[in-house]
C-alpha cells in the first residue's frame, strides 16, 4: 500500500515534468531490471553449462563464445549470466535483513529517546565510521565462505544507515502536531510509531536502499575478489576477475575485464535510479 | 568554551570509541565466528582443536577473555603471526604501514584536487553539456570497481603501451635507504634520483586508480556549493566591481565553499582506508591491504585480527586529528 503510493507519486510527477534526473531514475531501473530478468531467465539464455568446460582454455572472443573462454575452459558470458543469480540473492538477503533490523531499531531509538537512544547510538555511529570493507572482511573471516555468511556480513555493515536515517527522521517527525494528537487521544507507543511516524519516515527509504544496494554489489564483489566469497566453481563475477588476473600479462583481458564490466553495470544501474529517485521524492536534500 | 578544554574534551570522548570498536572487534571475531575452526580449517581433529581452544584462552569466561584481550590490545600486544616465524603483528604491521600511507596521501591529494576542478569546472557552467558530464562522471566514480579499473588501467599503460610497470613499489635493488619508510620521500632526502624516477613510475597507477574512486565526492559536493556560493550577494558585488572571473571563482567563491568540502575530506577517510585495501590487491602494492588479504588466505588469525585493531585505532586517530584542524580553520565549531 505504501510502496504503491510511492509508486503512484513517481508516476504523477514523471506525466508532467521531464528532465535529466527521470533519465537517470528511467536508466538505471532498465539496467537493474535487465540483470533481474539475466537472473531469472539464467539458465534458458546461457549458451553453455557455467561450470562444465565448453571449449579451449583461453579462447579469446568469437562468434562462438562471445566474451571468451577461462582459464578452465569455460565459457564467460554463461558464467557472467549465472553470476548475476549469486550478486543480487546476495544483495537481496543483505538489504532486507539490515533493512528489518536497522529500521525498527532507528524507530525505537528516535521515538523513546532517552539513555537508550544514547547508547544505542554511539554503538551504531562507532560501527559506521568503521570502514565498510573491513568490517564485512572481519565478519566473512569468522562467518567462512558462502552466501548466506556474504549476506549476513553484509547486513551488519549497513544496518547503521537505516538506523541512522531512520532515526534522525523519527525524531524530527515526533515534533509534529499529528503525533501529539495521537498521543493525546490515548494511541499507545506502538501505534503513534508504526502507523504516524513509520508512514512518513516511508518516503526516503528507496533512496537509501537503492544506493545501499549499489555499495552492497561493489563489497560483495570486493569480498569475492579478495577470496573471501563464494566456494568455486559457483560463478561470481569478484571471484572471476580475480581468476584471470594472472592472465593480464599475456595480454589476455577478457577473464578480468567482463566480469569486472558486469559489476560496474550494476553498481551504476542501482546508484542512477537512488540519484534519480533522490532527486524525484526529495527535492530539498538536493536543490541547489 | 576555551580552546584547550575542547581538544582535552575531544581527546577524552575517544576514549568510549575506541572502546565500542574493540568491542565489536571482539564480538566479531570471538563470537560471531569460532577463531579455532577459522585457523585450523572445519575438518581439524578433535585433539587439536582442544589445544587450541585451551591456548587461546577460549575455555575461560567471555568476560575474562574480554578483559584479557582489552589489557593485551591497549597494551599494545597484538599477539604474534601463527605463520612463518612467528613475528610479533605489531612489528609487521609497522613494516608495511610506510607503503599504504605513501600511496594514500598521493591518492587523496589526486583525488581532492581533480574532484575540486572538476567540480568548479561544473559550477561553473552549470546545465550545459559539461556540467551534465561531470554529474555523470560523480556517478560513475561512486559506481566504479577498483579493481576493474585498477586492470583496465594495468592492461592499457602496462601491458599494450609499456610505459608504466603494473606492480609493487619500485623496481628490484632500487629502494632508498629508509628514512620515513615513504620511498618518494626518501629518495628524495637523500638525492637519489633513479631510486625517485621509479618509486614515483610505480605510484602512477595505483594513485589514479584509487584517486578516481574519492574524485566523485568532491566533484559533487564542490559543485553543490560552488553553486550555493555563486549566488551569493557579495559575488555580484565582487563582479560589479570588475573583478576577473578568475579571482572571483577561485577567491572569493572557493574560500567559502571551502568548510564543508573540508569536512568530507574527513570523512572519506574510511572510504580511502577501503580503497586502499583493494589498489594494493590489484597492484600487489606491499601496504597493509595486500598483508591483510594474503594473510586471510593463510588463515593467520591473529594477525588479520590484529590488523582490523589496528584500522581501527587509525579510524579515531583519523577523526580527532580532523576534529580538532577544524576547530583551528573554524572557530564557530565549538561544541
Request: overall charge positive.
Amino acid at each position: 500500500m505504501l510502496f504503491s503510493s510511492i509508486i503512484s507519486s513517481i508516476l504523477r510527477r514523471l506525466k508532467f515534468r521531464r528532465g535529466v534526473k527521470y533519465y537517470f531514475t528511467f536508466i538505471g531501473f532498465a539496467i537493474v531490471l535487465s540483470f533481474v530478468l539475466m537472473a531469472l531467465l539464467a539458465s534458458f539464455i546461457s549458451p553453455y553449462n557455467p561450470v562444465k568446460r565448453a571449449g579451449a582454455p583461453l579462447e579469446s572472443p568469437s562468434f562462438k563464445f562471445p566474451m571468451g573462454t577461462d582459464g578452465l575452459g569455460r565459457d564467460i558470458l554463461s558464467r557472467i549470466i549465472h553470476g548475476t543469480r549469486i550478486v543480487l540473492r546476495i544483495t537481496l538477503l543483505s538489504m532486507t535483513l539490515s533493512f528489518l533490523i536497522g529500521v525498527p531499531i532507528g524507530l525505537l531509538s528516535g521515538y523513546l529517546g532517552g539513555k537508550l537512544d544514547s547508547v544505542i547510538s554511539l554503538f551504531m555511529d562507532s560501527l559506521y565510521a568503521f570502514p565498510g570493507l573491513v568490517l564485512a572482511i572481519a565478519l566473512a573471516v569468522m562467518l567462512g565462505p558462502g552466501e548466506i555468511s556474504m549476506g549476513m556480513s553484509l547486513t551488519v555493515v549497513y544496518i547503521p544507515t537505516y538506523f541512522r536515517m531512520v532515526r534522525g527522521e523519527a525524531l524530527s517527525v515526533k515534533e509534529n502536531l499529528f503525533v501529539e494528537a495521537a498521543k493525546a487521544i490515548g494511541a499507545k507507543d506502538r501505534t503513534v510509531m508504526f502507523k504516524y511516524i513509520l508512514p512518513n519516515i516511508i518516503p526516503s527509504l528507496p533512496i537509501i536502499l537503492s544506493l545501499n544496494a549499489a555499495d552492497a554489489v561493489l563489497t560483495a564483489a570486493a569480498l569475492s575478489f579478495i577470496g573471501l566469497g563464494i566456494t568455486a566453481p559457483t560463478p561470481d563475477w569478484g571471484f572471476d576477475l580475480r581468476m584471470g588476473y594472472p592472465y593480464l600479462t599475456s595480454k589476455i583481458w577478457w577473464p578480468s575485464t567482463f566480469p569486472g564490466l558486469m559489476i560496474v553495470f550494476l553498481t551504476l544501474g542501482f546508484s542512477l535510479f537512488g540519484e534519480g529517485l533522490t532527486e524525484i521524492l526529495n527535492p530539498r536534500l538536493v536543490r541547489r | 568554551m576555551s580552546l584547550r578544554v575542547y581538544v582535552a574534551r575531544r581527546i577524552l570522548l575517544a576514549i568510549p570509541m575506541i572502546l565500542i570498536l574493540l568491542t565489536i572487534v571482539f564480538l566479531v571475531m570471538r563470537v560471531a565466528g569460532d577463531p579455532v575452526s577459522a585457523i585450523l580449517g572445519a575438518h581439524a581433529p578433535k585433539e587439536q582443536i582442544d589445544k587450541m581452544r585451551e591456548k587461546l584462552g577460549l575455555n575461560d569466561p567471555l568476560y575474562i577473555q574480554f578483559l584479557g584481550y582489552l589489557w593485551k590490545v591497549l597494551s599494545l600486544d597484538l599477539g604474534r603471526s601463527l605463520i612463518w616465524g612467528q613475528r610479533p603483528v605489531l612489528e609487521e604491521i609497522m613494516e608495511h604501514f610506510p607503503a599504504t600511507l605513501e600511496l594514500s596521501i598521493s591518492a587523496f591529494l589526486f583525488g581532492v584536487v581533480v574532484g575540486i576542478l572538476t567540480g568548479i569546472f561544473s559550477a561553473c557552467r552549470y546545465g550545459k553539456l559539461i556540467d551534465h558530464f561531470f554529474r555523470v562522471y560523480g556517478i560513475i566514480t561512486y559506481a566504479i570497481f577498483i579493481p576493474w579499473l585498477g586492470i583496465s588501467l594495468q592492461l592499457i599503460f602496462g601491458v599494450y603501451l609499456g610505459w608504466l610497470p603494473t606492480s609493487g613499489r619500485i623496481d628490484p635493488l632500487m629502494a632508498p635507504k629508509t628514512i620515513t619508510g615513504l620511498y618518494v620521500l626518501d629518495s628524495l632526502l637523500t638525492f637519489n634520483i633513479p631510486s625517485l624516477v621509479s618509486a614515483i613510475r610505480h605510484l602512477i597507477l595505483p594513485t589514479v586508480t584509487l584517486g578516481f574512486y574519492l574524485s566523485g565526492i568532491f566533484t559533487r559536493l564542490t559543485r553543490a556549493h560552488m553553486l550555493n556560493v555563486l549566488q551569493r550577494d557579495y559575488i555580484v558585488a565582487a563582479r560589479a566591481r570588475g573583478l576577473s572571473e578568475r579571482k572571483v571563482v577561485y577567491k572569493h567563491a572557493l574560500k567559502n565553499a571551502f568548510i564543508p568540502i573540508l569536512t568530507m575530506m574527513g570523512l572519506q577517510f574510511a572510504a580511502l582506508l577501503a580503497g586502499a585495501i583493494l589498489t594494493e590487491t590489484t597492484f600487489s602494492w606491499p601496504g597493509m591491504g595486500t598483508f591483510l588479504t594474503e594473510r586471510i588466505l593463510y588463515r593467520d588469525f591473529t594477525t588479520v585480527q590484529g590488523t582490523i585493531v589496528f584500522f581501527a585505532f587509525l579510524v579515531v586517530l583519523v577523526s580527532l586529528i580532523v576534529d580538532i584542524i577544524y576547530v583551528y580553520i573554524d572557530p564557530r565549531i565549538r561544541y
